[in-house]
């Protein structure tokens, strides 16, 4: 099976500007997580969807939001973009009993 | 409290050496485990999950669990320099319906000794 893949895998903006980064997980699995990795804070949790709900959220504010299609894709955007939003951002999915992530290779966004 | 809290590093061991790796965690509740591998500028991979009390083994991997003192270790034996990497702990939490969380540790940077 394909893994999960992330699109693009590197960015750069400017602050105030939106970015919107794309996930496919892989094949069959319904639910797709996303995380912000920075090396002060770690790997922290944004947000959680399943059949194109949004099942769980971390403590991110609202400029983080995201969706999920109808064949699992998710896209997660961030609006008016903040020097402290530059991170990898990795997505993961997780098969139909959960419990185990498999990542994506990751984006990592550079605002300036 | 952190909710997932692993042992300061960076650690460092000589090459054969086993390297202990600790993970505590405040939710009594929490239900299942993992163990992710991160090589630098890579994405975690998983290498261990345990559900139950005790030890699960896999290669030169061990991994322990005590629920009762919400603690979760991994062993490596016999480390090699390709084991250098950050491992984080990871904690599932399940609560009521579907809805879950998983909560990771900040990580540790193993380094092997050659």
């Known amino acids: 099976k394909a893994g999960v893949t992330q699109t693009p895998r590197y960015l750069i903006k400017t602050r105030g500007q939106q970015v919107t980064l794309s996930c496919s997980p892989i094949?069959?699995?319904?639910?797709v997580s996303w995380y912000q990795q920075t090396p002060g804070q770690g790997l922290q949790f944004l947000f959680e969807?399943?059949?194109?709900?949004?099942?769980n959220k971390g403590n991110f504010p609202g400029r983080f939001s995201g969706r999920q299609f109808s064949n699992s894709r998710s896209e997660m955007n961030v609006s008016t973009l903040e020097l402290g939003d530059s991170a990898l951002y990795l997505c993961?999915?997780?098969?139909?009993?959960?419990?185990?992530?498999?990542f994506g290779p990751g984006t990592r966004l550079l605002v300036l | 409290q952190k909710e997932v809290e692993q042992n300061s590093g960076p650690l460092s061991v000589p090459e054969g050496a086993i390297a202990s790796l600790n993970c505590t965690y405040s939710?009594?509740?929490?239900?299942?485990f993992f163990w992710y591998r991160q090589y630098s500028g890579k994405s975690p991979e998983l290498i261990m999950s345990?559900?139950?009390?005790g030890d699960k083994e896999d290669g030169r991997f061990t991994a322990q669990l005590n629920k009762a003192s919400q603690y979760v270790s991994l062993l490596i034996r016999d480390s090699q320099p390709s084991d250098s990497a950050t491992y984080l702990c990871?904690?599932?939490?399940?609560?009521?319906?579907?809805?879950?969380?998983?909560?990771f540790g900040k990580g540790i940077t193993l380094s092997v000794r050659p």
């Open positions: 993961a999915s997780s098969p139909p009993d959960r419990g185990t992530q498999y």
């Open positions: 094949s069959g699995h319904r639910s």
């Open positions: 990871a904690v599932e939490t399940s609560y009521t319906g579907a809805n879950s969380k998983l909560t």
């Open positions: 969807y399943f059949s194109e709900t949004q099942r």
């Open positions: 939710d009594r509740v929490s239900q299942s």
């Open positions: 345990i559900y139950s009390n």
